[in-house]
């Protein structure tokens, strides 16, 4: 009885410990998502501890594959040995959707003959980054833009569009037309409230406005990858962009009522009006948006 409790113990023990260093170790890769004929995304997780970074998009052109995020620093390797599930070509570009390290981290894993571009705000934001200081600003944005970038054509095509601040100053609205997709980095994370990266010039203010301005801006589209979500559609997008609306109103009613942050938090939940809506990041956003508010 006593042997079999030690054996039991041991087992538990020996179980922790497998978990323990299982979650030591770097979470796998899942293999490459079909979205549509020549698009697909290695799908990632919402931060915890499975996090690898953002949805990764891999766009097999006739000349080679556009990666679009690199997720967390670390995961090139494996990035690559999951292109190589899909096709032989190789990576010849790489668009940053914004400067966050869990969508620039491996970028550093690609030959440096690798094209890489982004928002010019987003280079900058990059820049600033001990990740990219050194050596490593090799693994910079070579091509930046302002407003809009067409690159390729035809069923090669990427268009990148920039409507304004939100998650940060710099995100990229990366449309594959000729598929009818959008990928839209972190202005569409998840069903939750946003992060709001005031020191990468984000603004929760103008998040919804922006948003607004994409949905307006980008026409044909039919399917949507978010920044850290499965795959959703322009009606998801759409519900997004009212869900921010209403907490941002929501969170100025409550300054101007002289709440606090923690009263605010308190009571402020938008989930019984948004179904399948997270309540884990609103204290966070609430923040956020009382810090520029009352700037
Ligand atoms: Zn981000």
Do not use: C
Request: charged share 20%; no cysteine.
């Amino acid at each position: 009885m006593k042997r079999t409790i030690v054996l039991g113990a041991l087992l538990v023990i020996g179980g922790l410990s497998a978990v323990m260093a299982q979650q030591q170790s770097r979470p796998p890769l899942a293999d490459p998502v079909r979205v549509k004929d020549n698009l697909y995304v290695i799908m990632s997780s919402t931060p915890g501890p499975e996090f690898t970074g953002g949805n990764t998009g891999v766009f097999v052109t006739d000349t080679g594959v556009i990666v679009v995020d690199t997720k967390l620093a670390g995961y090139g390797p494996t990035i690559l040995e999951r292109i190589r599930k899909v096709t032989d070509k190789p990576v010849t570009m790489i668009i940053n959707t914004h400067t966050h390290g869990d969508h620039t981290g491996s970028n550093d894993a690609f030959p440096a003959s690798v094209d890489i571009v982004a928002h010019e705000n987003t280079k900058a934001n990059m820049a600033k980054m001990d990740a990219f200081k050194g050596d490593k600003a090799q693994f910079l944005p070579k091509r930046t833009y302002k407003d809009k970038m067409s690159i390729g054509s035809g069923k090669n095509q990427v268009d990148l569009y920039y409507f304004g601040a939100g998650h940060t100053d710099g995100d990229s609205w990366v449309v594959y037309p000729s598929l009818r997709v959008l990928q839209t980095g972190d202005m569409f994370a998840w069903r939750d409230a946003p992060f709001i990266d005031r020191n990468n010039g984000g603004s929760g203010v103008e998040l919804p406005k922006t948003v607004a301005k994409a949905i307006a801006g980008i026409r044909n589209i039919d399917t949507v990858i978010p920044g850290h979500s499965p795959i959703a559609t322009p009606k998801d997008l759409q519900e997004y962009q009212r869900f921010l609306a209403d907490l941002v109103a929501t969170v100025q009613s409550a300054v101007a009522a002289g709440k606090s942050v923690d009263e605010a938090a308190a009571s402020i939940d938008l989930t019984g009006k948004y179904p399948g809506y997270k309540n884990e990041r609103t204290k966070a956003a609430i923040t956020a948006l009382y810090a520029e508010l009352k700037n």
